[in-house]
């Protein structure tokens, strides 16, 4: 359908969008309206949690969906992919946290002192995900382990205030997603 100047219509470039996802066509209708209505909330779980980043990304670079829209389901989307940081490029995920301000789905405030951090590091690059749990980070530490990462480390550091860009309590983890430049390395462990 064309608008008035001969332009496909929102519903149309949505529409073509929403299928440039090559999602699966039971989904794409409810995928579409929710789109059109501007609620990506319940996207995120109804396209799944490995797909939601990639295509939240392409809706976004494509101007369906707002930064206000992204940034109300960015904690979501990080706590809801496996491995978010293999679904889209970590310098991404560390613009968008930085750009979206602090994000809490508890309600907790921003860190107000530096606070103590643990991390399962495997391989070189430093991730965003930390958390407060040091039994929690041994866990995930001893998984990595079992799928043969790359020289699996358990760090244990500093965050600054200024650099926690989110905290959460999902999935019982503890979680605080830090900008790793913020973060001051005190041990490491194999």
């Not at 059109?36 to 494509?62: M, Q």
């Not at 790359?150 to 309590?169: E, I, M, Y």
């Amino acid at each position: 359908m064309k608008d008035i100047n001969n332009k496909p219509s929102r519903l149309d470039i949505i529409s073509a969008h929403v299928q440039a996802c090559r999602l699966p066509h039971y989904i794409e209708g409810r995928v579409i309206v929710d789109l059109v209505k501007g609620d990506v909330s319940a996207i995120v779980t109804l396209v799944g949690r490995n797909e939601a980043p990639h295509c939240i990304k392409y809706w976004f670079e494509s101007e369906i969906i707002s930064f206000e829209q992204l940034r109300s389901v960015l904690l979501n989307m990080w706590c809801s992919a496996e491995f978010p940081c293999r679904a889209l490029p970590r310098r991404l995920w560390l613009d968008w946290f930085r750009r979206a301000g602090y994000l809490s789905d508890e309600s907790a405030p921003r860190p107000t002192k530096p606070t103590e951090v643990w991390r399962a590091q495997a391989g070189r690059v430093r991730g965003l995900s930390w958390t407060t749990d040091k039994d929690k980070a041994v866990w995930f530490h001893k998984r990595n382990e079992l799928l043969r990462l790359k020289d699996p480390l358990v760090l244990r550091g500093f965050v600054q205030p200024s650099g926690v860009l989110a905290l959460t309590g999902a999935r019982n983890e503890r979680e605080i997603v830090c900008d790793p430049a913020a973060v001051k390395l005190v041990e490491m462990a194999a």
